[in-house]
């Protein structure tokens, strides 16, 4: 059996290690005589795993006590229409930072259920740097404020949290969760799809504050309220039973890696690897993203000669490294170095692009 290095977007490449252990688990879990996946939902079983998978997520991130984390469905994009649906709370405005295709489209979600303020936009720059914080128009009476902290298509990512000062700030963090330690306590709402840094698709995270929950839209299906989520332990209806065994698997697994800390520092060293050989190229690799926000977790790069991009794909595909082809919409190349993308795979990668710029330049 060959693994190959993914490194692809999401649904993205998982530790070795949590897969080999699901492996050995799949068919009789724990002498329970059953895979994970047929037990039910409401069994003593499954609600173990479940708690056990939040009771992690929280040491990890020290999370509040005072914050629910619920385990839901429909990706992040639903948490676009669940974010407005249930923080407006009788306000009429919320506040968005728009720093690319993510952001526009939870910009473009909340537009139908109220007014956005759009309090900034990387168009200016071709959303390849974060607008300035002194050019923000923050409107104190917005209801919260929304963004980004890492878009996953431009790879740009915020070196800082934003102050929104008593307005709920409110996260969409698909692609930076568990990264990297963050201040919890700083948040009204964290969301997150599974599909990068937790686990298989199929489950969203979403992390918040009580006191934001209970005020949903009226009219809205009850599925839509995180009030029914939180006051049944995300057990309303049946959850994503698999998909949280597997988070629960990673976040040992994270644990195993010294926690967010210890990822922290192996993140950071893989991106510096991939974009120093990027400004080491002599421009033969180019990266958009300004200096300061480039994302540890998605690296776009082009080459100088786009009509090398094929056999730049061909080529990197044998020698083992896929998905690396840039979103349709930008072109070019992506590497996503998610958490459980070892330094091999960039260090290969890494190798890899030398070897061609040599080839080909
Ligand atoms: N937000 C961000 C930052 C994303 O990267 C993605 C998926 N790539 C989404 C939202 C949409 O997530 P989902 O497919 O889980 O709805």
């Given at each position: 059996m060959a693994r190959i290095f993914n490194f692809g977007a999401g649904p993205a490449v998982m530790p070795q290690a949590v897969l080999r252990k699901a492996q050995e688990e799949l068919v009789d879990w724990h002498g329970s005589g059953m895979s994970v996946m047929e037990m039910?939902?409401?069994?003593k079983e499954f609600l173990d795993i479940a708690a056990r998978a939040e009771a992690s997520l929280r040491t990890l991130m020290g999370i509040p006590d005072t914050y629910k984390v619920l385990f839901l469905q429909g990706g992040a994009s639903l948490q676009f229409a669940m974010v407005p649906i249930n923080l407006l709370r009788g306000k009429t405005r919320a506040d968005y930072l728009h720093t690319g295709e993510w952001s526009k489209k939870a910009i473009a979600e909340a537009r139908r259920f109220g007014e956005v303020n759009?309090?900034?936009?990387?168009e200016a720059s071709g959303f390849t740097d974060i607008p300035a914080v002194s050019d923000w128009r923050l409107d104190?009476?917005?209801?919260y404020l929304h963004y980004t902290p890492n878009e996953t298509i431009g790879g740009v990512e915020f070196p800082f949290i934003p102050d929104a000062g008593a307005v709920p700030l409110v996260a969409d963090?698909?692609?930076?969760?568990?990264s990297r330690p963050v201040d919890?306590?700083?948040?009204?709402l964290i969301y997150a799809g599974?599909?990068?840094?937790?686990?298989?698709?199929?489950l969203t995270v979403v992390i918040v504050?009580?006191?934001?929950?209970?005020?949903?839209?009226?009219?809205?299906?009850?599925?839509?309220?995180y009030r029914i989520h939180a006051d049944n332990e995300s057990m309303y209806n049946t959850p994503p039973t698999f998909p949280i065994y597997m988070a629960g698997l990673v976040f040992d697994w994270l644990k195993e890696q010294g926690g967010l800390a210890g990822m922290a520092r192996i993140n950071e060293r893989k991106a510096r690897l991939l974009y120093d050989a990027i400004e080491g190229s002599g421009g033969f690799y180019i990266c958009p993203v300004a200096k300061a926000c480039r994302s540890w977790m998605n690296v776009p790069f082009t080459l100088?000669?786009?009509?090398?991009d094929e056999a730049f794909l061909k080529e990197s595909k044998a020698a083992?490294?896929?998905?690396?082809?840039?979103?349709r919409s930008v072109g070019g190349m992506r590497a996503s170095l998610y958490n459980a993308m070892p330094e091999e795979g960039v260090a290969a990668l890494v190798d890899f692009m030398r070897d061609f710029a040599r080839r080909r330049g």
């Open positions: 039910s939902h409401r069994g759009v309090v900034a936009s990387g104190p009476q917005a209801a963090m698909s692609s930076t969760i568990l919890v306590s700083r948040f009204g599974a599909q990068k840094n937790i686990g298989p698709s199929g504050r009580e006191d934001l929950v209970g005020q949903a839209l009226p009219g809205m299906p009850i599925m839509l309220d100088k000669d786009a009509g090398l083992g490294l896929l998905q690396l082809k840039g979103h």
